[in-house]
T-cell receptor
Framework: AQSVTQLDSQVPVFEEAPVELRCNYS??????LFWYVQYPNQGLQLLLK??????LVKGINGFEAEFNKSQTSFHLRKPSVHISDTAEYFC?????????????FGTGTKLQVIP | NAGVMQNPRHLVRRRGQEARLRCSPV?????VYWYRQLPEEGLKFMVY????????ESGMPKERFSAEFPKEGPSILRIQQVVRGDSAAYFC?????????????FGPGTRLTVT
């Protein structure tokens, strides 16, 4: 069984400052990893995903994440945040080899960008 | 350029009533996933359907919940005899293919409130 832990439920950060949203996962098999963003009253939008290859993954809106297998982490980073980045961010995992994406999500981190 | 559509966006039901949630996938997508988000929790997988087939319903409560994805028309998640604990946001996602590399596109969700 998989699980995803997002320790920070809320992260306030000043505009143009860097941000890191933490994500740790556990699984008995190899995994795919995802970050989704949810703006108010909207569905989830895929920010980036790690399937294989380079452990540093670049996504949309200037976000990137690094897969660290030994620490079972997939932290999300942005060097300079904008007001429009205010949203809720979900880390997610699905098992490889399952044949389809049965995704397990974390509880989310609300990013609040302060002007 | 319609994405995943869900209706209604908000649904209020009294205990004991039935709730019907509809999901129209992205045009051309024949794979649908349903997720439930309880307050202060991450999204939890409920069921994965292809046209006219339930592939994996391991996340569905054994009683009162059912899902279908007919050959024509939207996917339906039905909850019979709703209870207060069913109050949650229900998200639908669709994908072009079954394999894990295919991205899931999420709808805006239906927020069910049971009074």
């Amino acid at each position: 069984a998989q699980s995803v832990t997002q320790l920070d439920s809320q992260v306030p950060v000043f505009e143009e400052a860097p941000v890191e949203l933490r994500c740790n996962y556990s699984s008995s098999v190899s995994v795919y990893l995802f970050w989704y963003v949810q703006y108010p009253n909207q569905g989830l939008q895929l920010l980036l995903k790690y399937l294989s290859g380079s452990t540093l993954v670049k996504g949309i809106n200037g976000f990137e994440a690094e897969f660290n297998k030994s620490q079972t982490s997939f932290h999300l980073r942005k060097p300079s945040v904008h007001i429009s980045d205010t949203a809720e961010y979900f880390c997610a995992v699905s098992d490889r080899g399952g044949g389809y994406q049965k995704v397990t999500f974390g509880t989310g981190t609300k990013l609040q960008v302060i002007p | 350029n319609a994405g995943v559509m869900q209706n209604p966006r908000h649904l209020v039901r009294r205990r004991g009533q039935e709730a019907r949630l509809r999901c129209s996938p992205v045009k051309g997508h024949s794979h649908v996933y349903w997720y439930r988000q309880l307050p202060e929790e991450g999204l939890k997988f409920m069921v994965y359907l292809q046209k006219e087939n339930i592939i994996d319903e391991s996340g569905m409560p054994k009683e009162r919940f059912s899902a279908e994805f007919p050959k024509e028309g939207p996917s339906i998640l039905r909850i019979q005899q709703v209870v207060r604990g069913d109050s949650a946001a229900y998200f639908c996602a669709s994908s072009l293919g079954q394999e894990e590399v295919y991205e899931q596109y999420f709808g805006p969700g239906t927020r069910l409130t049971v009074t």
